[in-house]
């Protein structure tokens, strides 16, 4: 699983958490599960921008050829 994958599936955990608790569809319980839910949201969008931009930098990295393979003439 590649990093922006994991890191949208971290987000996706977060945000099921605070919608459950949130609009009432399970017991809230105590306040922490909610901002716990919130944290992990906030955790996956900060990872999956975070990798969108470590790839982007490696792909203009000079006389990297894994983004961009030489053509067989």
């Given at each position: ?5 994991l890191w949208a599936v971290i987000a ?47 792909a203009r990295r ?12």
């Amino acid at each position: 699983m590649q990093n922006r994958t994991l890191w949208a599936v971290i987000a996706l955990i977060g945000l099921v958490t605070v919608s459950l608790t949130l609009f009432g569809w399970v017991d809230a319980g105590p306040s922490w599960i909610q901002g716990l839910g919130y944290l992990i949201f906030l955790l996956g969008v900060c990872g999956f921008i975070w990798s969108w931009i470590v790839e982007a930098r490696r792909a203009r990295r000079p006389g990297d050829d894994r983004y961009n393979p030489p053509r067989n003439g």
